[in-house]
């Protein structure tokens, strides 16, 4: 059934609904889908305990026994894959198949080490219950009505990001954070794009974008937030962590990419889909630096022409999972942050022919990802993409914009 069809069987079904109203609904059913299916889940031993009482190693472990190597004094040892790997097994109490490695910088340690204070279990939970929130009231603020509650717990990437423990709703609250506060609050705007850089590959294009448009605030607090968190992991951990970061970078992604140890069809960017079909690496790389440039290019324009402050952050938060190599789908409620301020240009002007249906169709790649084994996470940003390029034209085609030119 369609989404349009959903919409309409919502409006039958009792008293008239406006659209926004019947599309909140809709969420709301979906979230409570994914809350049955998790809880499901739980039951029948899938997530946070298996059928024996154990405790399940998601991606989550990693981040647990890294936090647990730095309260030892041995935080180098989250970047050594034995050694990691055998403090995982500990945190979960058996020796478990696969192995989640700690690809973050040395900051990352402070928040893991709080959590490994914790029973495993209970880190995980307290992991989800803290930064889940803080996504939602990010999409909500974006939106900027209560219905964005709904909308942001409704989206598909949320289920998917609380199995695997991860840190997806960080990411997202963090990207449109500081795209929510860039005008209003730049030096808060600012320290939120210095805490993203614990994961650094989802900022590459704050900086150009931020030069272009000459926030010099904005830059200024990114840029001491960021030194002042490595200066803290320097004095915390030492020089030693920052070394085996480094190196670690070039050892996953050969790991990922090219040996595919972590499943190709898990990974959501151009680069991995290349070399899910099969592609050589240099292939993937040169196919994937191109869509990088692309991006780079389609966004600068944008910022500098387009009139609309939601058009712009729409078109950057986007173009952020395009850019980035290393995509799985646990961070795409990344991808909600785009969609929200498409949603907000929507509920204010009314929504464009088939976009609803194109979000539809959005949310069902998410959602059937784990379950086919494709990487279905690019298609679905490629989607979201162009109804923000439909609603860029627009906006840069505008009779007030010619009329200014």
């Known amino acids: 059934m369609s989404l349009f069809s959903q919409v309409s069987s919502a409006g039958r079904a009792g008293p008239e609904l406006s659209l926004p109203d019947q ?8 979230a409570g889908f994914y809350l049955a299916f998790l809880v499901g889940s739980a039951f029948q031993g899938y997530w946070l305990i298996d059928p024996s009482g154990r405790p399940i190693a998601n991606d989550f472990v990693n981040v647990f026994a890294a936090g647990k190597l730095a309260l030892q004094g041995k935080a180098v040892a989250a970047y050594d894959w034995t050694i990691h790997k055998q403090a995982e097994d500990a945190a979960v109490g058996y020796a478990f198949d696969g192995y989640y490695n700690w690809p973050y910088p040395p900051t990352f340690l402070f928040p893991a080490a709080a959590l490994a204070t914790l029973p495993y279990i209970a880190a995980a939970l307290i992991w989800l219950a803290l930064t889940l929130p803080l996504y939602v009231l990010t999409i909500r603020a974006i939106i900027g009505e209560r219905r964005g509650v709904a909308l942001a717990l409704g ?11 991860q840190n997806g709703f960080l990411t997202a609250a963090l990207i449109g954070g500081v795209l929510l506060l860039l005008d209003r609050r730049p030096v808060i705007a600012g320290v939120l794009l210095g805490l993203l850089t614990y994961k650094p590959h989802f900022g590459l294009l704050f900086p150009l974008v931020l030069l272009l448009d000459r926030r010099w605030t904005v830059i200024a607090a990114a840029t001491l937030t960021a030194l002042a968190l490595a200066a803290a992991a320097w004095i915390a951990f030492g020089a030693e962590p920052w070394r085996a970061f480094v190196d670690q970078v070039l050892t996953t992604s050969d790991a990922v990419f090219r040996d595919g140890r972590a499943g190709l069809f898990k990974q959501q960017a151009l680069l991995g889909m290349v070399r899910f079909l099969g592609g050589p690496m240099a292939l993937a790389w040169t196919l994937h630096g ?3 440039a692309a991006s780079a290019v389609a966004v600068c324009y944008v910022w500098r022409y387009a009139r609309s402050s939601e058009i712009k952050a729409a078109s950057l938060s986007v173009a952020v999972l395009l850019v980035t190599p290393y995509l799985y789908m646990y961070d795409f409620p990344v991808l909600a942050v785009p969609i929200a301020f498409l949603l907000r ?15 539809a169709v959005v949310s069902a790649l998410i959602i059937v990802h784990p379950f ?10 490629l989607i ?6 439909r609603r860029a034209g627009r906006d840069l085609h505008s009779p007030a914009l010619t009329a200014q030119a």
């Open 23 to 30: 599309l909140a609904r809709i969420c709301v059913i979906l």
């Open 290 to 292: 191109l869509l990088m």
């Open 372 to 381: 086919i084994e494709l990487p279905t996470g690019l298609p679905a940003t």
């Open 345 to 359: 240009l929507a509920l204010r002007d009314g929504f464009l022919e088939r976009e609803l249906a194109a979000l």
């Open 155 to 165: 989206f598909a990437g949320v289920v998917w990001t609380i199995a695997a423990g």
């Open 384 to 389: 979201v993409a162009t109804l923000i390029a």
